[in-house]
């Protein structure tokens, strides 16, 4: 099954968490076929590295076509926020006569498509999202060709209802004029002027009233006790007129229908090619989407290798970037090679391990989704699978502990991982006694050693790091930092103040441990400059001691 | 030349609105309709919205169906579109959605009914009628709110029409007297720029009650609006208080209980006169106190149509209904829509 048409690469929970649902959602797609194109797209896997290099290649090109011609893909991209799916109508053009309204979105959306095509002719793109030509189609939907986005069963539709509206139009006027003639008479005649409706209201007080009531074919509607409303009769001229009319009626709508019938069947003809254009303007729609988001947020293309294997040099977690960026901050990029085997970061908290960890699962997914990864340089060795273990709040939402929840996600990963996994795992067990979660993040570390996965864990347990066969990573965090200076900035500021300057001081990337192993102590520090009482502080330094 | 030929040199977008259901809205709409074709007016033809009208679509009785000549753009609503009896030309879809469906801007090519309906908002409204005159619309008419109380502001259209008739009261005199009443609110006189205006057109989006002394300071009052709230806004008027602003509704709860002296001290402003709810008897009653009013926008009349027949049975005589409304009114054209 894991083979199957249903392998997934990582569940909805990682592709959240480690920010990969961020970027997808934050594409500038504008067609619906592009965004259905996003929703099935599948991750390459190991094996299919040859593939991904070629569409990366591509993504590549569609970068330097962004560039070179920015006016164009805006163009492009007004011309799509237009389009419209219209699979539905293309499914019942086979089996029904297409309404007015449906036509119209169908020409709509084959003028659209001309107008791709010409904005496409004049900047060369690759050939793959060439449109098929669809003027046949719009010839029978534009029987007058000046392409005029409008639409109407149009008398150039057929001689015949043309013919038909004509006769209906002439009994019209035969009609009106033999009323108006008649309205004159009875004004002549009797001084009683009809409205353009052909009826009157007169007062029963008015000398009017017998005069109209002997006008023969002057009809009493209505009356009450002040007034009575009469309505010009129809002659049997009329009468003739208006039953011709009635037959003309008939024979105009049955003509409607066989002109729109007509219509549908040169729009089934062309179903194949539409949806064929549909998915090739989806295909370009995300290929653009794709470049831009590389270029704006200074992607790079990653190079695929064969070893199992992820090298970070200077990634960026895009959402964070985003958030920081919206406060005017600069995110420090973070260096990372990680390999089979387990890696732990240990370090100062507030030192970013977290995002460090969630930027591991970034980086590859992307990669392996076909994107440019947001990093200075990255070499990335295909997975099979990928999932991270990190708390969050739908455990209380589940009625589950904090350890509960991750003892069941933990089992998901373990009865899922094959080879070339990535699995990543924020803290684990830091929510039950210290001597238990100890044993247990140790043997799990141990299981892990053993297998073809990579590994990475962040964690405070100190003992977990001094095995030999395990690396180590660890956050600079504010050893180089100027504590003197930090102290006085701290001091005048106010609470909120607090988390900023530490932040700024916090030096997030990361280095491999070697000889000294030993895990820094920061945390009492650093409760202590976000300003917990002194006598809680040195209660626990006495402790310690 | 008539009575919609002068209109449309003076305006370019006409609302039409009942005083009441029934008032015979869907009748002058007709009317104008048919005077617009004699004249050779291109029309454009939308509403506000068919919210609540939604009975009348199903029975199929008494909506705003109107007959349509060759060349006017008309809304429609996808779903109504091919129950329409004229030939309609689809010229634009226009993202604007209904409850039966997208609306469409569509070119009439084959006189006939067409059941109209139009978007909601007020700014799509807009959106809308600039649509339509890109088409070519020499003039709009608007089917207004089904009755005057829901008219959700002045700035939908330049001027309305206000329909009335017997279906407001069984006495003439009781017609006339409302029709009026209305006609004077909705024309009471804007705000005169100034310092004031100014300070409260930059405040008045807050929603607050304001007061202004003579030297022109301003205060704001906690309270949101002024329903129940006359003691409090009593209170906050000292010798000094010179205009009150009140954003919200103005009824008799706002004012009934603000002394007589200090009523006649202020001038009181609101934001447009569809806020006041008091009626005709009452709103005499204040003026005589020496109560005075002026509005942030006012809404221009452009005619008033008169309806003779009530559903109910009864009605009145068309040419004394049209002549009293008339004298009423001396200023504002009175049509009979039904002669």
Known sequence: ?545 | MGLLYDLSTKYKTLSIVGMAKNAGKTTALNYLIEEADDEGIRLGITSTGRDGETSDLVTGTEKPRVYLYEDTIVSVPAQLYDLADAGLEIMEMTNMNTAIGELMLCRVCDSGYVQIAGPVATADNKKMCSKMFEMGCELILIDGAIDRKSIASPDTSDAIILSTGAVISRTMKKVVEETTHIVNLYRLPEFETGRERETIEKHCGEGRIMLIDKNGKLTKLGLKTGLGASRFIDDAIDEDTRYVYIPGAFTNSVIADIQRDKLKQVHFILKDPTRIFISAMDWRQLIKKGFTVSVLKNIEIAAVTVNPFAPSGYSFEHEVLRDTMQEALPDIPVIDVRL
């Open chain 1, 1 to 545: 099954m894991k083979q199957g048409t249903n392998r997934r690469l990582a569940n909805v929970k990682t592709r959240t968490e480690t920010g990969l649902e961020y970027v997808m959602q934050n594409l500038d797609l504008n067609t619906p076929f592009g965004r259905k194109l996003l929703k099935e797209s599948k991750p390459f896997y190991p094996g299919q590295e040859e593939e991904l290099r070629l569409e990366l290649d591509k993504v590549e090109g569609m970068m330097s076509f962004v560039r070179s011609g920015e006016k164009q893909v805006s163009k492009m991209q007004e011309t799509f926020m237009m389009m419209k799916d219209l699979s539905f109508t293309l499914e019942r053009s086979h089996k029904d006569a297409l309404s007015v309204v449906e036509l119209f979105e169908m020409k709509s959306l084959l003028l659209q498509m001309k107008t791709l095509d010409k904005i496409c002719a004049e900047h060369a793109v690759p050939e793959e999202f060439v449109l098929d030509d669809v003027e046949g189609l719009l010839d029978c939907l534009d029987p007058r060709h000046d392409r005029l986005n409008t639409f109407y069963i149009y008398d150039d539709f057929s001689v015949k209802l043309a013919d038909l509206r004509k006769k209906k139009h002439e009994y019209e006027i035969s009609i009106r004029r033999a009323q108006k003639a008649r309205k004159e008479e009875i004004r002549k005649e009797y001084g009683i002027m009809l409205t353009p409706k052909f009826d009157v209201i007169i007062s029963r007080t008015s000398e009017d009233l017998e005069k109209a009531r002997q006008i023969s074919d002057l009809e009493q509607v209505s009356e009450d006790y002040m007034s009575v409303t009469f309505e010009l009769g129809k002659s049997p001229e009329i009468y003739g007129f208006v039953k011709d009319m009635e037959n003309v009626n008939g024979e105009i709508e049955e003509e409607e229908l066989i002109v729109r019938q007509q219509l549908s069947d040169r729009v089934a003809e062309y179903d194949q090619m539409i949806r064929s254009n549909c998915d090739r303007i989806g295909a370009l729609d995300l290929a653009l989407a794709k470049a831009i988001y590389g270029i704006r947020h200074d992607c790079v293309k990653p190079e695929i290798i064969e070893e199992h294997i992820v090298e970070i040099v200077e990634g960026r977690h895009l959402q964070v970037e985003d958030i920081l960026h919206s406060k005017k901050k600069e995110y420090c990029p973070i260096s990372i090679t990680l390999k089979d085997g387990v890696t732990c970061i240990t370090g100062a908290n507030m030192g970013g391990k977290t995002i460090s960890l969630k930027l591991a699962g970034l980086v590859p997914m992307l990669a392996q989704y076909g994107f440019f990864v947001p990093c200075k340089k990255a070499r990335i060795g295909l997975s099979n699978y990928m999932q991270i273990l990190i708390g969050d709040s739908q455990s209380v939402e589940r009625g589950l502990s904090s350890f509960g929840s991750e003892m069941e996600e933990l089992k998901e990963i373990l009865d899922n991982s094959q080879e070339r996994s990535i699995i990543l795992i924020d803290e684990i067990a830091s929510g039950t006694n210290p001597v238990e979660g100890l044993a247990l993040t140790k043997s799990l570390i141990d299981y892990l050693k053993g297998r073809n996965y990579i590994s990475l864990i962040t964690t405070h347990f100190e003992a977990v790091t001094e095995e030999n066969d395990i690396v180590n990573m660890q956050v600079r965090g504010l050893a180089g930092a100027d504590f003197r200076k930090l102290d006085s900035e701290l001091h005048i500021a106010n609470r909120k103040e607090r988390i900023n300057i530490i932040s700024r001081y916090m030096d997030y990337r990361l280095y491999t441990v070697t000889e000294n192993r030993e895990i820094p102590k920061d945390a009492l520090n650093i409760a202590k400059m976000l300003g917990l009482n002194d006598e809680i502080i040195e209660g626990a330094k006495k402790y310690i001691k």
